[in-house]
């Protein structure tokens, strides 16, 4: 069966400091993965998603970049944070038409 | 533009009070509408996928149903358990998913 996996669960970063989560995906090849970040109360945005290694294509203008060096692995960066930054990221996978999520990554930047 | 609304955005029920929750949408080409439930810092768990009107799915307590331009949850006889925030998203052209805001439920014992 497929799993997915997201690490740190938690991290707490100051403004202006480095930023890497990533993504790990077992028991599927070449999935399409998605990177989410979700507000307090608030729905999903779709940060990134990618349909094959190297393959990146970004919904909003951020500060933030995602790479897919390998088939199954999925890493959010950024090289600066912001306050605003903050937020409950997500990581996902679809082999069909739903998809499948991660169990997320608790960010505060402070 | 494609849109997907959910209603109400807070559901308050007293232990085996059925009702239902409702996810309405806007999309050009329906390829699937999905629901999740997400329980406070976890990700979305997979419910079910609809994707022609008139379809049902059911599991446990919870039955959902898909018309041309909503889809509802229906909870019935519901558990504490069954507490969480349900996740509504619709998938339209090529591979992008539009999700809703969400329905947080909360069942009184």
């Known amino acids: 069966s497929q799993t997915i996996h997201q690490w740190p669960a938690t991290l707490v970063q100051p403004v202006g400091s480095p930023l890497s989560l990533e993504c790990t995906v077992e028991g599927t090849s070449n999935p399409n993965l998605y990177w989410y970040r979700q507000a307090a109360g608030r729905g999903l945005q779709l940060l990134f998603y990618?349909?094959?290694?190297?393959?990146i294509s970004s919904e909003v203008p951020q500060n933030l970049s995602a790479s897919r060096p390998q088939d199954r692995q999925f890493i959010l960066s950024s090289k600066k944070l912001l306050l605003s930054d903050s937020g409950f990221y997500l990581c996902a996978w679809n082999g069909g038409y739903e998809q499948y999520f991660g169990p997320g990554t608790r960010l505060t930047v402070t | 533009e494609d849109q997907v609304t959910q209603s109400p955005e807070a559901l308050r029920l007293q232990e085996g009070e059925s009702s239902s929750l409702n996810c309405s949408y806007t999309v050009s080409g329906l390829r699937g509408l999905f629901w999740y439930r997400q329980d406070p810092g976890k990700g979305p768990e997979f419910l079910f996928t609809l994707y022609s009107a008139g379809e049902e799915k059911e599991k446990e307590r919870l039955k959902a149903t898909l018309t041309k331009k909503e889809s509802f949850l229906h909870i019935t006889a519901p558990k504490p358990e069954d507490s969480a925030t349900y996740l509504c998203a619709v998938q339209a052209r090529a591979s992008k998913i539009i999700f809703g805001s969400g329905t947080r439920l909360s069942i009184r014992p």
């Open positions: 990618s349909v094959g290694i190297g393959q």
